[in-house]
Structure formats: C-alpha cells, structure tokens
C-alpha cells in the first residue's frame, strides 16, 4: 500500500528556507505514471499547488511561487523534496506531499488528453514561519 | 481568491440529495480540463473521490457521482449522512500563465 511521509521543520524563521521531505514506501517514484506534488494549505484556507516533479527530474511550478520553490527527487532514495526560500509569515501552512497519478497515457504535464488526480496523500505536516 | 469558484456551505437532512458546483472559466474547465473532487475531515489529508469528471477510485461508493458542463462541474452527494460532513474540493488545471493546478476555495457541507 502506497505512503507518503512528510518530514523536515516545523519552524522556520523569516528570510530563511523551507525544507521538507516525502518518503515514499509501497511504490517506487519511477513510475512513469506518475508526478509528484507539493501542496500547501494555509490556516482556515484552500489548497495550493506549489509544484510537480517527474522521476527524471523535470518540474513544472505554481506561477505565483517559481521564483523561490525548489523541487528535486532522489530515485535511490524513494523520496522527493521541497526548497521554499525567502519565507514570510504568509507561507505559514500544512505542507502536504501527494502523488499525481495518470489514468491515461501522458505524453505532456498539460492534462488536456487523459484523466488524472492526486490519488495519494501524505498525512501533511505543519509548518509555521516566525522569528 | 480561488480560480474555481464554489459556494462557501451547503447543506441537506440525512437520506437527502445535495449538490456542490465548482465553476471555471475558458482558461481551465471551459477549455476541456477535466475536474477532480476530495473531501477533507478537518486536522485530515483530503482524499480523492472523483477523478475525470465522473470516475469513483476504487472503495469510493457510489453515493458520490460528479458531472460537467461547459466551465462548470458538479458534485452530487445522494442519501445524505452524518458522516459525510466535511469540506469539499474541486480540482482542475489551468492554462494561463504556462499552466497551473488549481483549486476551488472549498465548500463546507453540513448534514442537519
């Protein structure tokens, strides 16, 4: 059975960067089938989307955040990361790793010719930023 | 402000019939993008529960059904219970700016 497991802090001070981690066990993030997203969810409010990695290493980001998101993926590892530099207090938020899965083939990121969800969720993690 | 546009709260009695909209615009469910749904317990992950409009993951019952139509799609939740009391997503992608994953702002659903 498929996991995602957040890891990394639960502080970060303003100015500073974010860093967080997903394990995945249960499956391998080679799959080709698959993408493997960031998203946030700030107190009392909606989901964002801040990015997307392929096993090979290519991402595709939230316009609003590309300028200070990092996303990187360790194969060896079964596991891919997360980089927010510059953090405000606005980037207070649950932080949730999920997988992007295809139920068709997927020849683009663009979704325009085959169905797809975050079928799998990490339990999200909590993190604030403050001095 | 969320570029899917869903109605704050929703509510209905239990065994009841109730519907959540999500409506877009030409740039994401207007232009062909399909539209995903999750439901989220508060302090939980949400969890996925139509994908491709209309299409249940496996163990999702068939209570729950979702339809589109031109910039707008819909959630149908039939024979109402307790506990299916939580806040609901709609999930789309959008085209402008390169492209993004978007989101509705969530529609809290209350059973009486």
């Known amino acids: 059975q498929l996991q995602l497991q957040e890891s990394g802090p639960g502080l970060v001070k303003p100015s500073e960067t974010l860093s967080l981690t997903c394990s995945v066990s249960g499956d391998s993030v080679s799959g080709t089938a698959y993408y493997w997203a960031w998203l946030r969810q700030a107190p009392g409010k909606g989901l964002e989307w801040i990015g997307s990695v392929f096993y090979t290493g290519t991402t595709f980001y939230n316009p609003s955040l590309e300028s200070r998101a990092t996303l990187s993926i360790d194969t060896s590892a079964n596991q891919f990361s997360l980089r927010l530099h510059s953090v405000t207090a606005a980037d207070t938020a649950v932080y949730y790793c999920?997988?992007?899965?295809?139920?068709?083939?997927?020849?683009?990121?663009?979704?325009?010719?085959?169905?797809?969800?975050?079928?799998?969720w990490g339990q999200g993690t909590a993190v604030t930023a403050s001095s | 402000q969320s570029v899917l546009t869903q109605p704050p709260s929703v509510s209905g009695a239990p065994g009841q019939r109730v519907a959540i909209s999500c409506t877009g615009s030409t740039s994401n469910i207007g232009a062909g993008y399909d539209v995903q749904w999750y439901r989220q317990f508060p302090g939980t992950a949400p969890k996925l529960l139509i994908y491709?409009?209309?299409n249940r993951p496996s163990g999702v019952p068939d209570r729950f059904s979702g339809s589109k139509s031109g910039a707008s799609a819909s959630l149908v939740i039939t024979g109402l219970r307790a506990d299916d009391e939580a806040k609901y997503y709609c999930?789309?992608?959008?085209?402008?700016?390169?492209?993004?994953?978007?989101f509705g702002g969530g529609t809290e659903l209350t059973v009486l």
């Open positions: 999920a997988r992007r899965r295809s139920y068709g083939q997927a020849n683009t990121y663009n979704p325009i010719s085959y169905y797809y969800a975050m079928d799998v």
């Open positions: 999930h789309s992608y959008d085209t402008r700016l390169g492209g993004s994953e978007i």
């Open positions: 491709g409009n209309n």
